[in-house]
């Protein structure tokens, strides 16, 4: 069998499963080398001054907008899942909306709606008579609780997803024994729904709880200091990369910590069905007051998360019409094409040499590697834009160095130079979305069918292209869509590693945004929201498919 496997090529894909798994975990490891041995030490300088203000607001953030998040998803799941009320069907779909739209961009949005010159604080003046703020109390808009919400508001479809799914798997006989002893609504939810569902929910929460540790645009506009953004601030205005890679594993620190609690969490919490199907759940009717009420419980999430950041972004996009026709924008759209469908096409091919290469060795160090690979989604884009640019330039001025000695003519940077350092950030950090979609792919191929290419002669390589793409074209596409999309919203990798006066989308409605130039902003941040839109329709229809099957 191993003379089999050396002639049918599999020695080749094992290598280069191998290499591109090193490729995925090279600036996880190449932080952890700047932070443990640096050029400047400025461990001490961090803990006794900026450390514990950056770490404190991290942890703050990351409790109150996993705890919010938590209570937005369950509680609308538990509520679209068990009962029947008013736009009830509409609201189970139009509450996935928010995915589609950075956090960054509410937070745009919610400054300019509440702050002084805002719409609402001009109605309540007008309209009460009042004619300066200190006529009355306002809460201050650009601080952490602000940002919190944002979050929750942008992030709370991740635990209703699963909840939702969490809460259909379950079996109606349980909530009938639960009435029979006399438990009533909220009962019902404390003692048997949230039980039953507490893994999904901890599983939903913890990825908002991630997010929320890697976000930078919401923190910085909102001006609280946080881990990320002292990774731009020891980075950026002191120069020293060593401190900001010891930032950085702080992240990665909290980020780990993050996950073993989820594993933690669930691992007393398993819950089996029997083995005949289960009776599905019969909702409620819901009619008069308490109908309407739940349906204002559904719809203030879709409100705050998604229709009140579309409104002021398109109002201030319709009402300056001439900066559609930017030579700014249109850039920085060709820019976000080229990175994001780079990225996406290089992403999903690698993803798909890597899981192929595995299948075909009989080799148990790429298995055993094929897990490592997706730590780079849990990882930050500012945490890999300090793993990745480090030794990026370094090869880059070597490079240089030789072409200069060899020919006369000094080539430049060419990889730090241009866009090359984001597509490798992009494809570190969304390359597990591309290998859960493949590997998922290749596990609903009949074995027969590869077995008897193989048979008929095909190689390794045949059997991939002539067997395998044609069956997994659905699946490709859909990875490449999400990769695509996740790389049009990513913000702190392409700031730290976009070449000079290189903008994407997302970078250019931060930069406007960061300057008070909400209507400068609008267009791209509309354009995102629209990239985004397309995903989450996606999904909704892949969600409604699984629920009818």
Known sequence: MHGV?????????????????????????SVLVLAFAP??????????????????????????????AAAIGAGAAWLITMYRFPLAGILEWL?????????YIGAYALVDFLDYSGPLQVALRETMGWTSARDYWFPQVRSRWAAVIVLAAALYPYVYM?????????????????????????????????????????AGAAIVMMETVN???????????????????????????????????VILAVILALVALEKVSRRN???????????????????????????ALCALPVFAGFLLPVAVIASHALDRPETWVSSGLGRAFLNTLTVGGTASVLTVAGALFMVYGVRQTGRQLPKL??????????????????????????????????VLWLTGRDPGLILTGSAAAIVMAYFVRFFAIAQGATDAAFG??????????????????GTLREVYLPLMKGSVGTALLLVFVDCVKELPATLLLRPFNYDTLATRAHEKASLENIGEAAPPALLVILVGLVAVAFLARTSLGAARR
Request: proline share 7%; glycine share 10%; net charge positive.
């Open 5 to 29: 496997a050396r002639r049918d090529g599999s020695g080749i894909w094992s290598v280069g499963a191998l290499a591109i798994a090193a490729l995925v975990i090279l600036p996880i490891l």
């Open 39 to 68: 050029t400047e030490n400025i461990w001490p300088h961090l803990i006794a001054t900026t450390l514990p203000r950056y770490a404190a607001n991290t942890v703050l953030m990351t409790l109150g907008t996993g705890a919010l």
């Open 95 to 103: 509450l996935l909306l928010p995915l589609a739209i950075p956090a």
């Open 162 to 202: 699963l909840a939702r799914a969490a809460f259909r798997e379950q079996s109606a006989g349980s909530y009938e024994v639960a009435r029979a002893l006399g438990a009533g609504p909220f009962g019902l939810f404390r003692r048997v729904g949230l039980p039953l569902a507490r893994p999904a929910i901890a």
């Open 215 to 249: 976000d930078f645009g919401v923190v910085d506009f909102f001006a609280v200091q946080t881990l990320t953004t002292g990774i731009f601030t020891v980075w950026l205005e002191t120069g020293n990369a060593g401190g900001a890679a010891q930032i950085a594993c």
């Open 269 to 295: 919490s398993r819950y089996y069905h029997s083995a005949r199907q289960p009776r599905p759940i019969t909702k409620v009717a819901l009619s008069g007051a308490p109908g309407w009420i739940a349906t």
């Open 369 to 402: 590697i094929l897990p490592a690979t997706t730590i780079g989604y849990a990882a930050p884009g500012a945490v890999l834009a300090v793993g990745i640019l480090i030794p990026v330039a370094a090869f880059d001025h070597r490079v240089a160095d030789a």
């Open 444 to 461: 609903r191929v009949s074995p027969s069918l590869p077995m008897a290419a193989r048979s008929l002669g095909r190689t390794a390589g």
